[in-house]
């Protein structure tokens, strides 16, 4: 069965330095992969995904995420943080043609 | 453009009531998702429809939840009776053609609680 995790519950980065949000999946095959943001009372939010073709793919608000397959990841980074991107970031792998699982959510902190 | 929306975006019942939540995908969207979210379990989804039709109903989790999908434009998930463990937030998604591989839509949510 397809699975994602996020190891960390919490990242805290000082604004205007570089974010990272970590998430390793495993899947059989080829992985489909999204990023999903959830700001407070507020549904989830697609930022990007990664289907086939360059490893580093570019998503809204100026976040992209760097597939790696030999290390079996797909990390969401921002070069320069804003105290707006303080959000809920979920990683996600497509499990067959219509199913997303969901990792367990990575609290991102942006101090001003 | 109007999002997947939902109703009501809070609703307080005692147990035992009968609860129904409601969502509109957006126009055009071909699959519907319904998902619960709690701390405990994260993000789970319940069901989801393609056309109308009910697909993949394996993560309800007993009985006392039922799924319509009456019309292209309208869903609902019931609950009856509800019970204190059900108390979470209820989203609802919604997709263009899924296989693919489109992004889901979601709509804010149904924040549930039952006494």
């Known amino acids: 069965a397809q699975s994602v995790a996020q190891p960390e519950d919490q990242v805290n980065v000082a604004e205007g330095n570089p974010l990272t949000v970590k998430c390793t999946y495993s899947?059989?095959?080829?992985?489909?992969l999204f990023w999903y943001v959830q700001y407070p009372n507020r549904g989830l939010q697609f930022l990007l995904k990664y289907i086939t073709g360059d490893n580093l793919v570019k998503g809204s608000y100026g976040f992209e995420a760097e597939f790696n397959k030999s290390q079996t990841s797909f990390h969401l980074k921002k070069p320069s943080a804003l105290v707006s991107d303080s959000a809920l970031y979920f990683c996600a792998v497509r499990e067959s043609s219509y199913k997303l699982i969901f990792g367990s959510g990575t609290r991102l902190l942006v101090r001003p | 453009d109007a999002g997947v929306i939902q109703s009501p975006r809070h609703e307080v019942t005692e147990m035992g009531q009968e609860v129904t939540l409601r969502c509109k995908p957006i126009?055009?969207?071909?699959?519907l998702f319904w998902y619960r979210q709690t701390m405990m379990r994260g993000l789970e989804l319940l069901i989801y429809f393609n056309n109308n039709v009910p697909i993949d109903d394996s993560g309800m989790p007993e009985d006392r939840f039922s799924a319509k999908m009456p019309n292209a434009s309208f869903s609902t998930l019931k609950i009856q009776p509800s019970e204190p463990r059900d108390s979470a937030v209820y989203f609802c998604?919604?997709?263009?053609?899924?296989?693919?591989?489109?992004?889901?839509?979601f709509g804010d949510g149904t924040r549930l609680s039952i006494l």
């Open positions: 899947v059989s095959g080829n992985p489909y």
């Open positions: 126009s055009g969207h071909d699959y």
């Open positions: 998604a919604s997709s263009f053609r899924t296989g693919s591989n489109q992004p889901q839509h």
